[in-house]
């Protein structure tokens, strides 16, 4: 069955560190992969996707992620925190089982101080 | 502007009583998603429908239930088999029915409240 693991519930990082939230998926077929991001009491946005082609995605708001097949991973990175960055992100993997849905990760929570 | 509608952001239920809430898309999908939200679990899926008229259980439907009478709209009912249904809800909607890789459209939630 194909998923994805998010490590790590919490991460804090300082305004203007890098952020680096990681995410390892589980997928016989070649999967698509999506980064949400949820601020408090809203819904998902997406951040970006990898369906194919390029390994490296950029999204909005500065971030990006690296599909590496070798690793299972799908890293979600930014060189330099910003306040407003502090949010839940959302590894996700589309899983075909006779019609398509998405499957989410738990989630990591982001942190970031002054 | 195109997009998906939720209400209520926020609903409080009494023990034994059902309360449905209200999902509406004008994004002209076919696909549209139920997920339950719970601190530290992630998004679990409810119930989806590819077309109207036509829905599937996903991973805990116990103590739910929907329907699909329009293209635009999924409504779900939360019964009272559901034996613990304080969570925050979202509605989603897509064209995965005909282009896979595309992304889910999320409302911005109900939160139930068991009081």
Same mark, same amino acid.
């Given at each position: 069955?194909?998923? #994805?693991? &998010? ?5 804090? #990082? ?8 990681? +995410?390892?998926?589980?997928?016989? #077929?070649?999967?698509? @992969?999506?980064?949400?991001? &949820? ?6 946005? @997406? ?8 390994? @490296? ?10 599909f ?5 991973? =799908? ?14 992100? =959302? +590894? ?7 019609? &398509?849905?998405?499957? =989410? ?6 942190? #970031?101080?002054? | 502007?195109?997009?998906?509608t ?9 023990? $034994? ?9 004008? *994004? ?11 601190? /530290?679990? $992630?998004?679990? *899926?409810?119930?989806y ?7 599937? !259980? $996903?991973d805990?439907?116990? $103590? ?5 009478? !329009?293209?635009?709209?999924?409504? *779900? ?29 999320? /409302?911005?939630?109900?939160?139930l409240?068991?009081?």
């Open positions: 069955a194909q998923s #994805v693991t &998010q490590l790590g519930s919490h991460v804090s #990082v300082s305004e203007g560190a890098l952020v680096l939230l990681r +995410c390892n998926y589980s997928s016989s #077929v070649p999967p698509y @992969l999506f980064w949400y991001v &949820q601020y408090p009491n809203q819904g998902l946005q @997406l951040l970006l996707k990898y369906t194919t082609g390029a390994t @490296l995605v950029k999204g909005i708001n500065g971030f990006e992620a690296e590496k097949k070798s690793e299972t991973s =799908f890293h979600l990175t930014k060189p330099s925190a910003h306040m407003s960055d502090a949010a839940e992100y =959302f +590894c996700a993997v589309s899983v075909t089982t006779g019609f &398509q849905k998405l499957v =989410f990760g738990t989630g990591t929570r982001l942190l #970031v101080s002054p | 502007d195109g997009g998906i939720q209400s209520p952001k926020y609903l409080f239920r009494k023990e $034994g009583q059902n309360v449905t809430l209200s999902c509406e898309q004008n *994004l002209n999908h076919d696909a549209m998603y139920w997920y339950r939200q719970d601190p /530290g679990q $992630g998004l679990r *899926l409810i119930y429908s590819q077309i109207v008229n036509d829905f599937q !259980k $996903g805990i439907a116990e $103590g739910y239930s929907v329907s699909r009478e !329009k293209k635009e709209s999924f409504p *779900l009912t939360v019964t009272s088999a559901q034996k613990n249904p304080t969570a925050f809800y979202l509605c989603a909607s897509s064209s995965f029915r005909t282009t896979r890789g595309t992304e889910a459209f999320f /409302g911005q939630g109900t939160r409240t068991v009081v």
